[in-house]
């Protein structure tokens, strides 16, 4: 199912700006839930560290929300071969502004802050001409705050409070017991009373064979998740949390506890809220999750009539709500199917943009009705830098190379190369130099895209053999 229609950047702006015609100063500040999370009580040992290199660049995809006429803020310049690469696909890319002296382990966020010749040419934006630029970032956190405030550019969101309300698994599990919505049997633990009573429950359910969740609040990509499947481990864990709470003289705990379902597909889905209380569905995708941490995802999803028209009036019914507790902009839903083809519409909330959102306007140009697109990222381990021409003689024929084309867009460089510059400005030759291609493999048919996807596997691999 698959209801995206054309111009979602100017659908976008329109919805938080209230009109198309104001530029947007993109940032990509992925992992903003390490900073919604500061100062937050979650599981025991398995607190948030500061983004690595490889995730700090992913801000890059920023470059491909934008159209010409915005402008995006990056760590570091773009590969002169990637973009002309891109141009040579007819995107019309934004004016692009970059770090003067970036650090690997700091978002871009906090780059710019500490950058005060770019927050002079950001400030500058805001004097000329034309409608006032607004700042749109991944997603917004005390730090975006500052930035605007720093430059005088206003944001294209709510306040960050608001955005960490809605992203906490707290909020989404309420919420979805509010609205009626299936989720799996489960607890929201704001409190040590109720952890406890949450705790009581969960022990009944694995003295009859389940298995059990925890759940941090403002857990990302795979961190801050526990599988318990014995009472021994489960009371382990309920003392660490009371010792911990007592320590800091808080009976705050911020954990949901639920039940481990069987599921036969992840999903990932979109609304944009707007301003003015409105909601837009703007579309669902299968996501490829392994060991809870997303991988990609295939569009369109293969839903029956049935389970879309669930998760088109889920979505729709959340982002009322949402619009109610004063949030606008993009909302992301993971849901999943059970292997009956029952549907659990929300999963969690996500109140940032989404893998997914950095590959809408690709699909507005290059996959059309009736084709199929796998979005993943490919391990690269390069011994040192490697140039975008390199990578593309080395996909010769594999590259997507017009609208109507197969083969991978590419829609994030930087990734292949973040490590390896880290561990060299370093100086450390132990360091990982694990890099990531990230692109969208396109064809008409399923089939193909998995022998195209099969022969890069194959490619990058010599690549890397070779290096």
Not at 72 to 85: A, E, S
Not at 123 to 147: C, F, I, N
Not at 254 to 265: D, I, N, S, Y
Request: with cysteine.
């Amino acid at each position: 199912m698959e209801t995206l229609l054309p111009g979602f950047n100017a659908r976008l702006k329109s919805a938080v700006a209230g009109a198309t015609s104001t530029p947007f100063v993109f940032l990509g500040n992925f992992e903003v839930e390490e900073q919604w999370a500061v100062g937050e009580p979650g599981l025991p040992r398995l607190g948030f560290t500061d983004g690595g290199a490889v995730v700090n660049s992913m801000d890059e995809f920023a470059l491909l929300l934008a159209r010409e006429g915005d402008h995006v803020v990056l760590k570091d310049r773009p590969d002169p071969g990637y973009l002309t690469y891109l141009e040579g696909l007819g995107l019309k890319l934004p004016a692009v502004h970059v770090v003067t002296a970036p650090e690997p382990r700091r978002t871009v966020t906090q780059d710019v802050l500490a950058d005060p010749a770019l927050r002079a040419a950001l400030a500058s934006l805001a004097g000329t001409d034309g409608p006032a630029p607004l700042l749109y970032a991944h997603g917004v956190s005390l730090v975006e705050e500052e930035l605007s405030r720093a430059t005088g550019l206003g944001l294209a969101h709510p306040t960050a409070a608001v955005c960490k309300a809605v992203n906490s698994k707290i909020y989404s599990r309420r919420l979805a017991d509010e609205l009626g919505l299936a989720q799996p049997r489960g607890w929201a633990c704001d409190t040590v009373a109720e952890f406890d009573a949450a705790v009581g429950a969960a022990r009944e359910l694995l003295a009859r064979g389940r298995k059990i969740v925890l759940k941090d609040a403002f857990g990302v990509s795979g961190k801050g998740i526990m599988v318990v499947e014995s009472e021994r481990r489960l009371d382990r864990v309920h003392r660490m949390v009371l010792s911990r709470a007592e320590k800091a003289g808080s009976d705050r705990v911020g954990l949901v506890v639920e039940e481990w379902v069987a599921k036969q597909t992840d999903l990932n889905y979109q609304v944009t809220v707007g301003r003015d209380g409105s909601v837009h569905f703007d579309f669902v995708k299968e996501a490829l999750t392994e060991g809870g941490t997303h991988k990609g995802h295939r569009m369109p999803a293969r839903l029956s009539a049935e389970q879309a028209a669930q998760i088109t009036d889920a979505g729709l019914r959340i982002g009322e709500r949402l619009a109610a507790d004063g949030y606008f902009g993009v909302a992301g839903m993971d849901a999943l199917l059970t292997p009956d083809g029952g549907v659990f519409p929300v999963i969690e909330i996500n109140a940032r943009n989404n893998m997914s959102t950095y590959q809408v306007l690709l699909q507005e140009a290059f996959v059309g009705e009736g084709r199929v697109a796998l979005a993943r990222h490919y391990p690269l381990k390069p011994v040192e830098p490697v140039a975008f021409d390199t990578l593309r003689r080395a996909l010769d024929g594999l590259l997507l190379d017009r609208p109507d084309g197969s083969g991978l867009l590419v829609n994030n460089f930087a990734t292949v190369n973040a490590a390896v510059r880290a561990a060299e400005a370093a100086a450390d030759t132990t360091a990982s130099t694990d890099g990531r291609l990230y692109g969208l493999v396109v064809a008409d048919t399923a089939e193909q895209v998995a022998a195209i996807d099969t022969e890069i596997t194959a490619r990058l691999a010599a690549v890397t053999e070779g290096a």
